[in-house]
Nanobody, 122 residues
Framework: QLQLVESGGGTVHPGGSLRLSCSAS????????VGWFRQAPGREREGVAC????????MYGDSVKGRFTVSRGGATNTVYLQMNSLKPEDTAIYYC???????????????WGQGTQVTVSS
């Protein structure tokens, strides 16, 4: 069974950091582009960061550029999202997805995890 599982979410103060993990089972994650998306209450889901199969190209949403970094874990079959300088507006459910292109459009992604909650609050 093909499955993606996110972990690492939680509550953090503004300016803090979190690292999210996206682990795959049933398939090899490095044969797919991987994207991180998020959805805040009352808002549409948006692309946060996406990485290609080789891990040498990535794209970021404008609101997270310079603060978030997406990377591959190699043999661990995991993709990470390092989030620094977190802001209250980063509060959302974060999803990882696997697909055929590393452009951050959700229609390009086939497999989705269940999401992990990130809350940034003082």
């Amino acid at each position: 069974q093909l499955q993606l599982v996110e972990s690492g979410g939680g509550t953090v103060h503004p300016g803090g950091s979190l690292r999210l993990s996206c682990s795959a089972s049933g398939f090899t994650l490095d044969t797919y582009a991987v994207g991180w998306f998020r959805q805040a209450p009352g808002r549409e889901r948006e692309g946060v960061a996406c990485i290609n199969t080789r891990g040498d190209s990535s794209m970021y949403g404008d609101s997270v550029k310079g603060r978030f970094t997406v990377s591959r874990g190699g043999a661990t079959n995991t993709v990470y999202l390092q989030m620094n300088s977190l802001k209250p507006e980063d509060t959302a459910i974060y999803y990882c997805a696997a697909g055929g292109s590393f452009f951050c459009y959700e229609d390009l992604y086939t497999y989705w995890g269940q999401g992990t909650q990130v809350t940034v609050s003082s």
